[in-house]
């Protein structure tokens, strides 16, 4: 009978996944649908264009309770596989209610067909009618979490989806509707003020990346040319403090960077003064942000592309002083 629930429950999650991401993938492309390319327009080299050491360094860690399986896994990992499995449900089990909540939370996406098919197995083979319903307990409130979870998330893809569309609606063209990319500077002036009238948290953040990635599958380079600005929008609003030299760097649009950074320098902002600063900023997103958060990832992002940005000017400005 557990095998035929857990069965069930795999084909329920499934097709709720697929649900959500059908949803999101229909909004995307309805937003995406009014976007114009402008011939070979190349993609801005922003946070999400590349991935880089900083972001790899930032990927959540696992905890004493927190196990992930993740990626393609060689013949010889089997093993390795069904402890990482085994393990996951012994933290399961031995959770209080509160603590159920955050283990199935952060291990989502490890309760796939594999999983399910584990805890029936750890079932048949259980000592006694005891541990038996200890395991068809826990799958049904499993279950239950995960389904609360996707019917969230789905209500939260629905109102971020529809915040995206009226922010991505102001870097149209005011008379005609239309989107021309590379966004002119205007647009993305447009596009700053409306991000920094809006709320943008986890979930916002997702629905983003949902975004660039059904755009991207679809081809539309010119939206997701848009997300990158918006997320560039977004980490400069929590990355500028207004209290620096850098800060007028990280608060301007990426096109003025190199004006911003000049008149830095003119002013007396150094190579070191810069590099002491920007790795203060940098040591406040990785202490102060949840570890493998998109907030983290797309702010390190940012500040490594005004690091390379900045030191590229700077490299210039001590070639031209050597000759």
């Not at 993740?70 to 209080?96: E, Q």
């Not at 989107?179 to 709320?199: G, H, K």
């Not at 830095?264 to 940098?282: S, V, Y």
Request: hydrophobic residues 40%; negative net charge.
């Amino acid at each position: 009978p557990l095998h035929t629930v857990l069965l069930t429950g795999s084909t329920v999650m499934s097709a709720a996944a697929t649900s959500v991401t059908a949803r999101v993938g229909a909004v995307a492309s309805t937003a995406c649908a009014r976007v114009t390319h402008a011939a070979a327009a190349p993609r801005p080299r922003v946070a999400v264009a590349r991935k880089s050491v900083s972001a790899i360094a930032f990927r959540r860690r696992r905890g004493d309770a927190h196990v992930t399986r993740a990626g393609k896994k060689k013949p010889g990992d089997a093993a390795n596989d069904v402890a990482n499995m085994d393990a996951l449900i012994d933290n399961l089990i031995a959770a209080d209610e509160e603590s159920l909540v955050k283990l199935v939370a952060e291990n989502v996406l490890s309760f796939d067909q594999s999983l399910w098919i584990r805890i029936a197995s750890r079932s048949d083979s259980a000592p006694d009618q005891h541990a038996k319903d200890g395991f068809m307990t826990l799958a049904g409130k499993c279950m239950k979490l995960i389904e609360e979870m996707v019917e969230k998330t789905e209500s939260g893809i629905q109102q971020s989806s529809k915040t995206l569309e009226k922010i991505v609606a102001v870097a149209a063209d005011p008379v005609t509707g239309e989107f021309a990319v590379p966004l002119s500077s205007e647009s993305v002036t447009r596009m700053r003020f409306a991000v920094n009238e809006t709320a943008v948290d986890e979930q916002m953040l997702n629905t983003v990346y949902a975004w660039i990635r059904k755009s991207d599958e679809d081809k539309l380079d010119g939206m997701v040319h848009i997300m990158q600005h918006l997320l560039q929008c977004y980490a400069a609003r929590e990355l500028d403090t207004g209290k620096t030299p850098l800060d007028t760097v990280i608060g301007a649009n990426a096109g003025e960077w190199r004006e911003k950074f000049e008149a830095a320098i003119a002013g007396g902002f150094g190579e070191e003064a810069f590099t002491r600063d920007l790795q203060k900023r940098m040591e406040g997103v990785v202490l102060n942000l949840p570890n493998g958060s998109y907030a983290q990832r797309v702010q390190a992002e940012y500040l490594k592309e005004v690091e390379d940005r900045g030191k590229g000017i700077y490299a210039e400005k001590s070639g031209a002083s050597a000759e």
